[in-house]
């Protein structure tokens, strides 16, 4: 190889390290961000595009942290938040876990979160320049 070519793809590497940590980066500035209580809708639905779900799951757990509704959309603060890890449903005879339920003010909240975060794009942060940007969807009150 030339000295010319092995600089060139020395460049490009660094040049895709960068961008991976600055995508990083971001998806981390991302999450401080939606830790706040009263997200506009339209910010909300925007920034989904530049994080994972990893990150997701971060901003529910901080929420938590910080005894705030997981549900990034909800400013609710978290009262009343049950001690037992599960509950028994007689009807149906099953045993739930509430350790991710825990984390939210309501029903609603809670499955408007696990809709949201099922929608959270997986491929890599880098490289999302690539594809073409999905529309996210809320889930509808009085579902
Ligand atoms: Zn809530």
Known sequence: MTTEKSDQLRQQLIAAVVKKRA?????????????????PEPE???????????NYSDIVDERDINKLCGYPLCSNVLENIPKQK??????????????????FCSGYC????????AQVPTSPLWLRDRETRPSFHLLARGT
């Open 110 to 117: 809670f499955k408007a979160s696990e809709y949201i975060k």
């Open 44 to 54: 909300f639905l925007s920034l989904l595009w530049e994080i994972g779900p990893p």
């Open 86 to 103: 599960y509950t028994i449903c007689a009807s149906k005879n099953k045993v739930y876990d509430l350790t991710e339920r825990k984390k």
């Open 23 to 39: 995508a990083i980066a971001r998806a981390q500035e991302i999450v401080v961000r939606l830790m706040e209580p009263g997200i």
